[in-house]
C-alpha cells in the first residue's frame, strides 16, 4: 500500500508538470481552451483522485477563471452542490459563478470541496504551473522564485518549456536559477551536468543562490562539493563587496543629510564666531513648515501634493531666515565676542523654540508623506537605491552649488567672505559688518529650514528632531575647517561614509564613540580641521 502511494503520488506530480507543458503550448484564446466544464464537473465530487485529476485539467486548459478556481480551493472557499452537480465559489456576498463571476440567485444547498494534504501539494503545483504561463511578468518571476526556492523535481519539465518561451530578461534568469537549483539536486544526473548548474547557481552570485549552494547533497561526489565549495566562496566575495558598497552609499545618504544640517552653520560660526545651539531648531522649523504646507495642499488643493516639498523649500527658507535675523538683531548681536554668554544665550532660544512647537503642535510625530516621484528603489546589481535618499543626495549638492555661487559671485558673499578673513579691516573699508551678521545668520537660518524639507522625508517631525543632528553638525563644521565650505563637504561625506563603515563592526553606538574618538585625535594635530581659512586675522 505504501508502495501504491508513493507510486500515485509521483503520477501525480508527473501529470501536473505534462499538464504544465501543455498549458504553454496550447493557444489561450481558442475555445477548447476556455471549456473547463468537465474539470468543475470533477470537483464536485468527494473522491480524491477526481480533485486531482481536475487541477490538472485546470492547469491544462489555460482559463482565465482556473487560477480563482485553484486559489478558492486553497482558501477553502470552492463548494459544491449534488442536485444539481455544480461548482461555486464562496463570498461574503453569497454564492458566484466560478466562470461568469455572476451571483448564484437561489442557491441550493452546498457543501466544501475537501481536501487533504496529497491534494495541497496538487494546489500549489497547479497554482505554480498556472503562473509560471501568467501573461503578467511579475507573476512569472514570483513563481519562478518560488519554484527555486522549493526545488521540486516535477516543476522541472514545466521550469524548461517556460524557459524555452521566456523573453523578458529578469524572468528568464530566475527561471535558468530555479532550474540549475532542480537539476543541482537531482537524484541520477552525472557530476558535469550537476557542476554545470552549480556554475549557473554561483553566477548568480546573490543570497538566494548562496542557500541553494549551500544544500548540496552530502553524498555528493568530492568534485562536485570542490565546485560548490568554489562557488560558494566567490558568492561571498561578491556579497561582501556590494555589502561595502551598499554601506558606502548609506554613508553618502547620511552624509548629505549632514552637510544640509552643516552647511549652514558653518557660515555662521566661521563669520560671526558664534556657537548657536539654537541651529537644530531652525532645521525642526523647516520640517513643521512641510508640514504646515502638505496639510494645506490635503484640504484644499490635493492634487498639488507631488509638488508639495517644491513648494515648501522657498516658504521654509523665508520663514526660518527671518527667525533667524530676529534672533541676531533681538539677542545675539548684543554678545559678540562673548563665546559663553552666546551658547547659553541660544540654548536658550532653542528651548524656547521647542515648548512653542509642543504648544502649537503637540508633542507627537508628525506625518510628512512622500511624493510619488520620491517613492519606490531600484536596484544596481545586489545595491538597493532608493529614490528618496537619491534625492536629497541631488537636492544637496544643488544648496551646496548654490551657496558657493552666493560667496564667489555676490556681493554679499564678497562682503561675508571679507568679515570672515579680516573683521575689522573689512569695517575700515566702509562695509557694514553688522548688516553682514543679521544676513548671515539669516542665510544660515534659512539654508538649516531646507535641510528640514529634506530630512522630513528620512525622520520623524517632532519637537526634537533638531537635537539629533547639532552634535554631528558641530562635528562636522569642526572636522572639516571652520567657515570654509568644501571643508565641510568633505567632512560631512567623510564622517557619513566612516559612520556606515564601522557601523557592521562595532554597532551603532560604539561606532559614532569611535569616530568621536578619531576625530578629537585628528584635532589635536590638525586644530583647525582639513581646510583652514587663509587670512591674517585668522593665522594672528
Not at 538683531?329 to 554678545?335: A, D, K, N, S
Not at 562636522?476 to 564601522?502: D, E, I, P, Q, R
Request: hydrophobic share 55%; charged share 15%; net charge positive.
Amino acid at each position: 500500500m505504501i508502495l501504491n502511494a508513493r507510486l500515485r503520488s509521483r503520477g501525480c506530480a508527473l501529470l501536473l508538470a505534462l499538464t504544465a507543458i501543455c498549458a504553454l503550448l496550447l493557444p489561450l484564446g481558442g475555445a477548447r481552451a476556455q471549456d473547463i466544464s468537465a474539470p468543475l464537473a470533477q470537483l464536485a465530487t468527494d473522491n480524491y483522485n477526481d480533485t486531482e485529476a481536475a487541477l490538472g485539467a485546470l492547469a491544462l486548459s489555460g482559463s482565465p477563471a482556473a487560477a480563482g478556481i485553484v486559489a478558492a480551493l486553497a482558501d477553502g472557499k470552492l463548494v459544491f452542490s449534488t442536485s444539481p452537480r455544480q461548482v461555486f465559489l464562496k463570498t461574503d456576498a453569497g454564492l458566484v459563478d466560478p466562470v461568469t463571476q455572476q451571483a448564484v440567485a437561489s442557491p441550493p444547498p452546498v457543501k466544501p470541496v475537501r481536501v487533504n494534504n496529497r491534494i495541497r501539494r496538487a494546489v500549489e503545483a497547479a497554482m505554480g504551473a498556472l503562473s509560471l504561463v501568467s501573461p503578467d511578468p511579475a507573476k512569472r518571476l514570483d513563481a519562478a522564485v518560488a519554484v527555486a526556492r522549493s526545488r521540486d523535481e516535477a516543476a522541472l519539465p514545466a521550469l524548461e518549456a517556460a524557459l524555452a518561451k521566456e523573453t523578458d530578461a529578469r524572468v528568464k534568469s530566475a527561471l535558468t536559477l530555479a532550474r540549475a537549483s532542480i537539476v543541482m539536486g537531482k537524484a541520477g544526473i552525472s557530476d558535469a551536468e550537476r557542476i554545470a548548474a552549480i556554475q549557473t547557481v554561483g553566477a548568480e552570485g546573490n543570497q538566494d543562490a548562496l542557500a541553494i549552494l549551500r544544500s548540496v547533497p552530502a553524498d555528493a561526489s568530492p568534485a562536485v562539493k570542490e565546485a560548490a565549495a568554489g562557488a560558494i566562496a566567490g558568492i561571498e566575495r561578491n556579497l561582501a563587496m556590494w555589502g561595502i558598497a551598499q554601506n558606502v552609499w548609506y554613508g553618502l545618504s547620511l552624509g548629505s543629510v549632514l552637510l544640509l544640517a552643516a552647511i549652514g552653520l558653518a557660515i555662521t560660526f566661521g563669520v560671526m564666531g558664534v556657537i548657536n545651539m539654537a541651529h537644530g531648531e531652525m532645521v525642526m522649523l523647516g520640517a513643521y513648515t512641510t508640514f504646515v504646507v502638505q496639510e494645506v495642499i490635503r484640504t484644499s488643493w490635493p492634487g498639488l501634493f507631488d509638488a508639495s516639498l517644491l513648494i515648501a523649500i522657498p516658504l521654509a527658507f523665508l520663514f526660518t531666515g527671518l527667525i533667524g535675523v530676529l534672533i541676531e538683531r533681538t539677542v545675539i548681536r548684543f554678545l559678540y565676542g562673548r563665546a559663553l554668554e552666546t551658547l547659553l544665550a541660544t540654548w536658550g532660544i532653542s528651548l524656547i523654540l521647542q515648548q512653542a512647537i509642543r504648544t502649537i503642535f503637540g508633542p507627537t510625530n508628525r506625518e510628512v508623506g512622500a511624493p510619488s516621484w520620491m517613492s519606490g528603489s531600484f536596484d544596481i546589481g545586489l545595491m538597493s537605491i532608493t529614490y528618496g535618499r537619491l534625492w536629497i543626495i541631488i537636492f544637496a549638492t544643488l544648496v551646496f552649488a548654490a551657496l558657493l555661487a552666493v560667496l564667489r559671485l555676490t556681493r554679499i558673499g564678497l562682503e561675508m567672505r571679507a568679515v570672515t578673513q579680516n573683521r575689522r579691516m573689512a569695517a575700515s573699508m566702509g562695509i557694514r559688518t553688522n548688516w553682514v551678521d543679521a544676513m548671515t545668520f539669516g542665510l544660515g537660518s534659512g539654508i538649516a529650514g531646507i535641510a528640514g524639507v529634506a530630512l522630513s522625508q528620512i525622520d520623524n517631525v517632532s519637537p526634537n528632531l533638531g537635537q539629533s543632528y547639532i552634535i554631528d553638525s558641530f562635528l562636522v563644521v569642526v572636522f572639516g575647517g571652520v567657515g570654509n565650505l568644501w571643508g565641510t563637504l568633505v567632512g560631512a561625506m567623510s564622517l557619513g561614509v566612516a559612520n556606515k563603515l564601522l557601523e557592521p563592526y562595532a554597532g551603532a553606538v560604539l561606532g559614532k564613540i569611535a569616530l568621536l574618538v578619531i576625530v578629537i585625535l585628528f584635532i589635536q594635530k590638525r586644530p583647525r580641521g582639513l581646510f583652514a581659512l587663509k587670512g591674517r586675522a585668522i593665522e594672528a
